[in-house]
């Protein structure tokens, strides 16, 4: 499967941004999907994810209540809506696809990775 990120961009603190993860290639819905980032200097790190069907999701503590991971499986993509963004949210971020069901943490047991989106939120 082939995964293209988009809808990052500059904000400012407190703003929102949605981003898409469009995927092609194989069925979507086989795949439990996930949001990464990365900023610079630290480890890539999970920010989020969704089951198969979208019926579990997983948020790490920090974007709690800020952020929600939703999923189309018939426009086979997956998209990330992030309000009330903090400059600490300032990541390149990646969406990958897993053949489990759902992945948290070991982002080696993801096989299939987009080619990352820039999100830059200013203070």
């Known amino acids: 499967v082939q995964l293209q990120a988009s809808g990052g961009g500059l904000v400012q603190a407190g703003g929102s941004l949605r981003l898409s993860c469009a995927a092609s290639?194989?069925?979507?819905?086989?795949?439990?999907m996930g949001w990464f980032r990365q900023a610079p200097g630290k480890e890539r790190e999970l920010v989020c994810a969704i089951s198969r069907i979208g019926g579990t999701t997983y948020y790490t503590d920090s974007v709690k209540g800020r952020f929600t991971i939703s999923r189309d499986n018939a426009k086979n993509t997956v998209y990330l809506q992030m309000n009330n963004l903090k400059p600490e949210d300032t990541a390149v971020y990646y969406c990958?696809?897993?053949?489990?069901?759902?992945?948290?943490?070991?982002?080696?047991?993801?096989?299939?990775w987009g080619q990352g989106t820039l999100v830059t939120v200013s203070s």
């Open positions: 290639g194989r069925t979507f819905s086989i795949y439990g």
């Open positions: 990958a696809a897993s053949t489990a069901a759902l992945v948290v943490g070991n982002p080696n047991k993801y096989d299939y």
